[in-house]
């Protein structure tokens, strides 16, 4: 009976050395917010991830350029030592398309409602390529900034319409008073070399947003020769948090693509 006991012991050590090891090898998921949200819109996906097992991490998206969001994203992903989902959401698109470059560690592109933009393409550039946005209507007056810029806001009464239509007036309402200003050079930034287009990567958005075009969108999943598309009827631009569960099993598809 003893060694009976010993072997089912050291069987079972065996099991879960495999599993742990199973799931260290599991890639890294690194979220990008976007404009006028931040790292709490992805509350609702990390939940689904981590009892999937992923580690994840939110990042604070600086909003301010870029460039210089794309690297200091892109300083995150460099201190990973593990391969690396990297995931972004409307104008976080475009820092991840940035902070990818030169990191070999990035396995997987996932672009959440996001902006996919070429080389020398703005966010600003794509969200006027087709009819349908309304995003400007609904900005507060810019804020000036002590450096010659301006920050932007979206309006807290038209916040739920134009941003998040498809969640409760409540949380919609929490959202608008918790949104970070993007500046309004960032939105107009031309942006470097395209990560996807040596990267494989995974779209997915609404067909009820309001702040980027759908046409857009599928455009951009088109050229960069999505590897898949979701399209989810009625949903807002915060398609992360109306619809967690489509998002976090398309970016689980791309952590386990090969």
Not at 27 to 38: S, T, W
Not at 124 to 150: I, R, Y
Request: proline share 5%; hydrophobic share 50%; glycine share 8%.
């Amino acid at each position: 009976m003893k060694k009976l006991f010993i072997g089912l012991a050291m069987a079972a050590t065996m099991v879960a050395g495999t599993n742990a090891f199973a799931q260290a090898q599991k890639p890294c998921i690194v979220l990008v917010h976007g404009a006028f949200a931040d790292a709490s819109s992805w509350s609702g996906v990390i939940n689904i991830l981590r009892k999937d097992g992923y580690v994840v991490i939110a990042a604070a998206n600086p909003l301010r350029g870029v460039k210089s969001d794309g690297q200091y994203v892109g300083s995150l992903v460099g201190s990973l030592k593990e391969p690396v989902v990297l995931v972004g959401h409307s104008y976080g698109g475009s820092v991840i398309t940035e902070a990818a470059n030169d990191h070999p560690n990035i396995k997987a592109l996932v672009y959440v409602s996001a902006f996919v933009p070429a080389t020398g393409e703005s966010a600003a550039d794509l969200a006027g390529k087709f009819p349908g946005g309304t995003l400007g209507p609904s900005l507060a007056p810019p804020v000036a900034l002590s450096d010659g810029g301006k920050d932007l806001y979206i309006l807290q009464d038209k916040f739920h319409a134009q941003f998040a239509a498809d969640v409760t007036a409540a949380q919609a309402a929490l959202m608008a008073a918790t949104q970070r200003p993007i500046t309004e050079a960032a939105l107009n930034e031309k942006s470097g070399k395209a990560a996807w287009q040596t990267l494989p990567s995974w779209h997915i958005y609404g067909s009820a947003d309001k702040n980027i075009p759908p046409e857009a969108m599928a455009f951009m999943a088109k050229r960069a020769n999505a590897k898949d598309v979701k399209v989810v009827k009625g949903a807002s631009h915060v398609v992360m948090v109306s619809h967690a569960e489509e998002v976090a099993r398309l970016i689980e598809e791309a952590a386990a693509a090969k």
